[in-house]
């Protein structure tokens, strides 16, 4: 038993508002992690992030008087697994975030919804045709417009640190794209206020068992810093949910991409990070990508509808 579904009000602006404020908490929050430095272990910035995230989701889902509700599940080892790789993603996102620019950083993650494309026609039997294909292909060669030229130009080595770093947000974009398969799965059966607070529960359960690998007491500033990013990833998860109530995907989805212009500007302006044009060309081609695959899929969305009417009798 699970919360009952709330009928969706047709409203984009509202959602498009929701979408872009949502994108402001996520991006804070990320900023929030970075400035508490790479010293602090990504295993306890994950513990901060989660624990502290179930104070505005533990308060919200009070007020809607649908906590008890949504801790009812038939699929606990289905959330388990989703808070598993959950954390997996985390730790090498909060990782790497501190290792990179934060513009690059950003634009490789964007490789996440192309996986996802690949892992559903792989292990969920979605169809995918040759334009969906051919659209991950281009964003996958723009994330390697993104990372390779770091690897092969340039008279200057990378440092360990920064190799480590684009491995890690590679393998973060990877398990994120395995975690979207199994919230797809999940939503099937379960309510997404569920969903939500049994990640939030499971990682950070999970997220304590990286206490033997080196947790640190951090400095008043950098609790600070990551308190504030929990929460900020709490209210920006609620915000995102809501958001989908209101429009269609393929009105709000375009709009996450805005998150790189605030990176490019929070990165040169509170982290001097120079933006190179590897990744102002890469994250083009990534974004052009992404938003076919989104225009696409609206429009795949609009034939179903239609071919479903027709079949439908009285319809």
Known sequence: MALPPQSPVESPMRGILLKLVSILCFVAMQTAIKAAGDEVPAGEVVFFRSFFALLPVALYLAYLKGLTTALRTDDLKGHLWRGFIGV????????????????????????????????????????????????????????????????????????????????????????????????????????????????TLTSTFFSLFTVPFGWIATSPSQTALLVTAGILGGIGQLLLTSAYRFADTSTIAPFEYSSLILAIMIGAFLFAEPVSLWTVTGGAIVVAAGIFIIWRESRLGLERRKAQRARTPGA
């Not at 969920?124 to 045709?129: I, K, M, N, P, Y």
């Open 88 to 199: 997996t993603s985390m730790v090498l996102g909060f990782y790497s975030i501190t290792k990179l620019p934060y513009p690059e950083w950003i634009t490789i993650n964007y490789a996440t919804p192309l996986i996802t494309v690949v892992l559903a026609a792989l292990f969920l039997g979605e169809t995918v045709r040759a334009y969906r294909w051919t659209a991950v292909a281009v964003g996958l060669c723009g994330v390697a417009v993104v990372t390779l030229p770091r690897f092969t130009i340039g008279g200057e080595a990378l440092e360990a640190a920064e190799i480590s770093g684009i491995l890690a947000v590679l393998g973060s974009s990877m398990v994120a794209a395995i975690a979207m398969i199994q919230v797809r799965k999940l939503a099937q059966r379960e309510a997404t206020a569920t969903i939500v607070l049994y990640f």
